[in-house]
C-alpha cells in the first residue's frame, strides 16, 4: 500500500467512524511537512504551526461533511496554503524574518567537529539559496525534491499546470547548480590558500 492509500484509509476511518486512533495517524504523518511548507509563506514557525494546527483541527470538526475528499494529503496542503494566504493578507505588515531549522538537516559526523561545522555551512547555504528563488519556485522545489511529491500532485496543490511544475522545477535548479557552483570554487579558493 503506497502512502496516499494508507492516508486515504485514514481518511475514511475518520470520517465514517470518528476514528481518533486514525486522526493521530493521520496527523503525525503529514503535520511536519504541511508545517514546512506553511513556513515558505508566513516565514514564522510559530505562525505556520498555529495555520497547521487549524486546518487539523477543522478537518476534525467537519470529518463528517467532507468523506467525499480522495486525496486527503493534497486537500490538507491546498488548506494549508489558503489559510497561510489569508493570513499574509490579513497581517500584511508583519515583518518577514528567515527560518533557522536546525534539525532538518541530520547528516552529521559526530566524530569529525571540522565536518560538522562545514555540513551545517552548507545546510545553512543551502537553506538560504532555496529561500533567495521567487516564490513559485521555491514551494515547487520544497514540495518534489524535499518531500518527494509527484508533479500532477503539487501542480494541485499549488494550482498550477504539471508543466509549469516541471518548468519551476527546472528553473530552481538551475538556479541551485549555479549558487553552488559559485560557492565550491570559493571553497576550492579557500582551501589551495
Not at 495555520?51 to 494549508?80: G, T
Amino acid at each position: 500500500m503506497n502512502g496516499n492509500d494508507y492516508k486515504t484509509e485514514l481518511w475514511e476511518k475518520i470520517c465514517s467512524r470518528d476514528d481518533m486512533n486514525a486522526f493521530e495517524s493521520l496527523f503525525h504523518s503529514l503535520n511536519k511537512r504541511l508545517i514546512q511548507f506553511c513556513v515558505v509563506y508566513v516565514r514564522r514557525i510559530e505562525i505556520a504551526e498555529e495555520i497547521a494546527a487549524d486546518v487539523f483541527v477543522k478537518c476534525w470538526e467537519n470529518r463528517k461533511s467532507m468523506p467525499e475528499i480522495k486525496n486527503i494529503e493534497a486537500y490538507l496542503f491546498v488548506a494549508v496554503k489558503n489559510h497561510s494566504l489569508n493570513y499574509l493578507k490579513k497581517y500584511s505588515s508583519v515583518t518577514w524574518n528567515s527560518l533557522q531549522n536546525e534539525n532538518k538537516y541530520e547528516l552529521i559526523d559526530l566524530f569529525d567537529p571540522e565536518k560538522e561545522i562545514e555540513l551545517k555551512e552548507l545546510a545553512f547555504k543551502m537553506e538560504q539559496a532555496i529561500q533567495s528563488l521567487p516564490l513559485q519556485a521555491q514551494l515547487v522545489f520544497r514540495l518534489i525534491k524535499e518531500d518527494g511529491m509527484k508533479y500532477k500532485d503539487a501542480a494541485e496543490i499549488l494550482d498550477i499546470s504539471p508543466k509549469t511544475v516541471q518548468t519551476q522545477l527546472y528553473r530552481a535548479i538551475k538556479k541551485l547548480s549555479h549558487i553552488f557552483s559559485a560557492y565550491q570554487t570559493k571553497a576550492v579558493c579557500k582551501s589551495n590558500t
